[in-house]
């Protein structure tokens, strides 16, 4: 019981709650089968099982609340059902069917401060007598369940919500441009954490000029994301302008000192011209691009730094011209793709651009997917499970004579 109820404490969505209850709650108590049934809309539906063949459930998973059966029942009563054998479950329910390989059953209601959630249904291959003592535990383990199985719920409808909540404050796609290949990655940096401040654009300027934006907001709550949206909502107002990425820079930075948040904002702007093979960098004390050269050879660049936006509504944000010669990557991304307790970080960011020199040549979207498994496999492990929040976007401009590729974009949390 207190390995189970430890185990339940963790478990964060439904999935993980179902997971423990179908795998581990078996051979702990010798049972052949489980199911967990959650009230819905006013039917039972089935959210997880195991041993039981799919057509028996099918005739529960729907059936309304007012079905003459056990496991509806017991979560009207909210007493437990125990029967040793089969003639005692036909006695108290007629309508029961036969299961030649099930003999006896403990059907648990599931309810957390008068609120009727599921129920939890038990069976065993042989007579089972249920003494009183395992009658206690069951019940008792009823109330981990339920309260578990409550904390899911919210959390995966919080989930749901600021996950919804971040694709709409991000670029539902990249437009396509001619000569440029194109992938992003969102992740988020704490399991469990679905919404931040980070954030990222691609702005179509003209047939062959663009603005490559990648920013990240300080905290990673909902407060971080709406002032994320309204952060890359203006200097997105500005590149579609024509602004170039100080001035871009220099107005968003005076709207945020405007606002007065109480968070600051890193930003990097790029801009991209791919008529002249050039593009034009400026930042807002965000980590240095890496860029990848024709020939193989990548580094970070060293671009003159600028103040975060949000703190000195005067100032300057330096710019930087680089050659972006056909066959060139340009990796932009925030500081949790390098970031390692312990790890200088010009040393993480020297890791990412050897990482890219030694990448072979692929379409950008498995590029990225490269460097982010790269990532996990070199974090400490206390984070292999809690994937660094990144967005790796890689920029190939491809040789005028070659047909257009059509940029790829791809965003997704990490399980």
């Known amino acids: 019981m207190l390995h189970l109820a430890a185990a339940l404490s963790e478990a964060l969505g439904v999935g993980d709650v179902v997971d423990l209850v179908t795998e581990e709650m078996l051979p702990a108590f010798g049972a052949r089968t489980v199911a967990l049934l959650a009230a819905q809309d006013g039917r039972m539906r089935v959210i997880g099982c195991r041993g039981y063949s799919p057509g028996l459930l099918e005739q529960f998973d729907g059936a ?34 036969r299961q030649d390989d099930l003999h006896a059953w403990a059907f648990l209601p599931l309810i957390v401060s008068g609120h009727p959630l599921g129920s939890c249904v038990f069976a065993f291959d042989r007579p089972h007598p249920f003494p009183d003592q395992q009658r206690v535990v069951f019940t ?4 981990l369940i339920a309260q578990a199985l409550e904390r899911a719920r919210l959390y995966d409808t919080s989930k749901e919500l600021a996950q919804t909540l971040q694709a709409s404050l991000l670029p539902d ?13 969102y992740l988020p940096c704490v399991r469990g954490m679905e919404i931040g401040g980070d954030f990222y654009d ?10 490559a934006v990648i920013g990240d907001v300080q905290g990673h709550n909902v ?47 790029a801009h991209l011209d791919l008529a002249h093979h050039r593009a034009v960098l400026a930042t807002a004390g965000h980590p240095p691009p890496v860029v990848r ?14 103040l975060l936006l949000g703190i000195d509504p005067d100032a300057d944000y330096p710019s930087t011209e680089i050659p972006l010669t056909p066959g060139t990557v340009l990796a ?18 020297a890791g990412l651009a050897a990482q890219l020199a030694q990448a072979r040549p692929q379409p950008m979207d498995q590029l990225a997917t490269a ?38 974009a791809d965003k997704r949390p990490c399980p």
């Open 64 to 97: 309304p609340l007012t079905l003459p059966a056990p496991a509806v029942r017991v979560l009207a009563t909210g007493v437990p059902s125990f029967f040793a054998t089969f003639e005692e479950l036909s006695h108290a329910y007629p309508p029961a069917p």
């Open 140 to 143: 008792a383990l009823a109330g």
């Open 173 to 185: 796609s990249v437009p396509d441009l001619p000569g440029l290949d194109v992938a992003a990655r």
């Open 202 to 211: 691609l702005v179509r300027v003209d047939d062959t000029t663009a603005a």
């Open 223 to 269: 407060t971080a994301a709406a002032l994320m949206g309204r952060v890359r909502l203006s200097i997105r107002s500005h590149a579609a302008s024509g602004a170039t990425p100080a001035q871009a820079l220099e107005q968003a930075n005076r709207r945020l000192v405007e606002l007065d948040p109480g968070r600051f904002v890193s930003c990097l702007y």
């Open 293 to 306: 050269h024709p020939d193989g050879h990548a580094e970070a660049l060293a671009l003159p730094p600028g």
């Open 332 to 349: 932009l991304y925030t500081d949790g793709l390098v970031e390692n307790p312990g790890v200088d970080l010009d040393d993480a960011m």
């Open 371 to 408: 460097l982010i498994d790269h990532a996990r496999r070199t974090a400490p492990p206390d984070r292999r499970h809690r994937p660094a929040a990144h967005r790796a976007r890689h920029r190939r401009v491809g040789h005028p004579r070659e047909p257009p590729r059509r940029p790829r």
